[in-house]
């Protein structure tokens, strides 16, 4: 029989904000942070396949690769949670194909080509076997990477990420939001609606001065086919049985871009997988209780 762990986590405080009660209100301002680790990081370039791929590291000890999620660049990595992860690891973000600074090349975008991606980049590195860590987008090609690679992973983490094809679970949500990614006129607040709930944007209404401020842009063309990559992808759900790293699936209770069944299905058919599931929490997890996040995933590891 498999056995798998569930566990439902609770978070109220949002870190690096102060939140000051007083006669005319309740106001939140923000924390000066000191310089992030994210930023600190020296961005270096690296030939793999067709393409000069971009990435940073931070840390030191056993390598841990964060793959990011669609239309998103490296420099989107929630600071605190990154600080965390590199106090007990390496931690190695980069861009994906045609993201940021990382080159487009000639090939298709596909998520098994992304997958490839990263495999090149952790040969090209000197990396033989890594962690590997993938958000929503960023889990898929994780799972893609783990069914091709197996003995490249020594333990996957999964945060909003889904199995593919027929069998994920998917809302109007996440097709408005690939075709509003690749749109430069959307502002970046539209993006919030499917990264946070509702009710927890209300309660946090100036939570958006301590979101990550993005550095590097993508071509609203290498978006779209990137977001063309990730509806097309017609998934591994066959091959999850067979994955055998240590895995945790973690998701958010209320994440309407890749809603909490998709956690589920992942769970059923990875053996011996763990489920992590965030109460009050949206696809934005990492921002929203960044601290949490980071110690199950370092007790996970």
């Not at 066959?238 to 589920?264: C, K, R, W």
């Amino acid at each position: 029989m498999r056995k798998q762990m569930c566990i439902i986590f609770s978070a109220v405080l949002i870190p690096g904000l102060l939140v000051v009660s007083g006669c005319g209100g309740t106001e939140t301002k923000t924390v000066s942070p000191k310089k992030s680790v994210v930023d600190i990081a020296r961005t270096r370039k690296v030939q793999v396949d067709d393409i000069e791929m971009a990435y940073k590291s931070t840390g030191k000890g056993y390598p841990l690769m964060m793959i990011m999620g669609f239309s998103g660049t490296m420099d989107l990595w929630d600071p605190q949670f990154v600080e965390e992860l590199a106090s007990k690891y390496r931690v190695i973000m980069f861009d994906n194909r045609g993201m940021g600074e990382t080159t487009a090349g000639s090939k298709e975008f596909t998520i098994a080509r992304f997958a490839e991606d990263t495999a090149g980049l952790m040969k090209a590195l000197g990396i033989g076997k890594a962690h590997v860590l993938g958000w929503s987008m960023g889990g898929d090609v994780a799972l893609e990477f783990v069914v091709r690679y197996q003995q490249m992973v020594e333990k996957l983490v999964v945060y909003a990420g889904d199995c593919g094809g027929t069998q994920r679970v998917m809302t109007p949500e996440v097709t408005r939001e690939i075709k509003e990614m690749a749109n430069p006129s959307v502002p970046p607040e539209e993006a919030f609606k499917v990264l946070f709930p509702e009710e927890w944007m209300k309660a946090h209404p100036d939570f958006y001065k301590s979101f990550p401020r993005p550095k590097e842009t993508s071509s609203p063309e290498n978006v779209e086919r990137q977001g063309t990559a990730y509806l097309a992808w017609t998934g591994v759900f066959d091959q999850l049985p067979e994955v055998t790293s240590p895995t945790l699936i973690a998701t958010g209770t209320e994440d309407i871009s890749t809603p909490t069944e998709n956690a589920m299905i992942l769970t059923e058919r990875i053996p011996g997988s763990w489920l992590v599931r965030y109460k009050g929490a949206g696809h934005g997890l990492m921002y929203q209780y960044p601290e949490e996040f980071a110690k199950t995933v370092l007790n996970f590891l």
